[in-house]
């Protein structure tokens, strides 16, 4: 089979290499689409702090079952399915909790295991879900993405009414955006310094806009709240002063929920933390999203196609990932048809 091997920043390489066999408990994927993700591309200019070379990457993975291994009961071959790309270890403290998604030995597809930037990828059964069959491949992909919004979201606990700030609207901030707005009766105010990232943004159903650098964000907001500040605040930047902006953004009561990565220190306002008693909560990959965001997907398909700025051939994925970090202003989502 063909896969695209990542030798170092840089540098892709076409490898023809022996087709994986499954074993007991796992299916043999053909991938049909990929998703370009923000850290496939920092993989490739070697900003990843977990990039290991060589490998083969991607993890926004969708296409059809080729082959069952012993013991699957629950797939068969044939079936259109998307694949879920973090397999916990199951006994480690967070999974012993449920939480799964904070598991500390995470054997991530794409990046910790060889990923689906091929012809073929081999899956827990446990981790491919299957897809309505007018759900095309390009937009199941996007469940991938959709779902570290969704696990986001019911990390807000979001109550009718609310004002909610969402800062950054890059991918993920715009699926939170997408999926608050079909779900809840409330108020979301997008802040981003990219005029077309709000011009999306708007088309997904925010009520109100600002561009930072033009606009004082944090007075905007206030004006916008009464001087209240926002109830729920949404961190999809990964900037520092974005994590420390969003303490002061927040209403007395009110809860934050950090979606960006950054690697750098943060500096939290302390006082701010006790004066207004708010909460701050952490948020990464998904628990049992995938449904839900694949029913979400398949009832809206509209913001699927917006999402999706361009599908490229496979073989042309290392100019998709220099259009990915070049162009992030012009670029939401691209994806690799195979």
């Not at 290991?52 to 082959?67: M, T």
């Not at 699926?175 to 088309?203: G, M, N, S, Y």
Request: aromatic fraction near 6%; charge should be negative.
């Amino acid at each position: 089979m063909k896969a695209a091997v990542m030798t170092k920043p840089y540098s892709i390489e076409f490898h023809d290499i022996p087709r994986p066999e499954p074993a007991s408990g796992e299916v043999l994927v053909k991938i049909k689409a990929a998703g370009i993700c923000g850290s496939d591309v920092h993989f490739y200019d070697g900003s990843n702090p977990y990039a290991q070379y060589p490998q083969i990457f991607g993890h926004e993975l969708a296409g059809i079952i080729e082959k069952t291994g012993a013991g699957v009961r629950g797939r068969s071959a044939g079936e259109r399915v998307v694949i879920e790309p973090a397999i916990p270890c199951g006994g480690c403290y967070p999974c012993r909790k449920g939480r799964t998604n904070a598991c500390m030995n995470i054997d991530m597809i794409g990046s910790v295991r060889r990923g689906g930037f091929a012809d073929f990828i081999i899956v827990p059964e446990t981790h491919v879900h299957p897809i309505p069959e007018q759900m095309d491949f390009a937009t199941a992909a996007l469940c991938e993405p959709f779902s570290i919004g969704a696990q986001a979201v019911r990390r807000a606990d979001i109550q009718t009414g609310e004002t909610i700030v969402i800062l950054g609207m890059g991918p993920i901030g715009l699926t939170i955006l997408a999926q608050v707005k079909k779900r809840f009766d409330v108020r979301v105010i997008a802040v981003d310094p990219v005029r077309e990232r709000l011009e999306l943004a708007e088309a997904f159903g925010a009520d109100a806009v600002i561009q930072p650098g033009e606009e004082d964000a944090e007075q905007m907001i206030l004006k916008l709240t009464g001087g209240e500040g926002a109830g729920i605040v949404f961190e999809a930047a990964g900037i520092p002063a974005t994590i420390e902006q969003s303490v002061r953004l927040a209403a007395a009561a009110g809860r934050i929920v950090i979606v960006g990565l950054t690697g750098r220190n943060v500096t939290i306002p302390g006082l701010l933390l006790t004066k207004k008693d708010i909460e701050i909560y952490g948020t990464k990959h998904s628990v049992n999203q995938f449904p839900g965001v694949i029913q979400f997907l398949n009832e809206n398909p509209e913001i699927a196609r917006a999402f999706v700025t361009e599908i490229m051939p496979f073989m042309e994925i290392e100019e998709a990932l220099k259009k990915a970090k070049n162009c992030p202003h012009q670029v939401t989502k691209i994806i690799l048809s195979y």
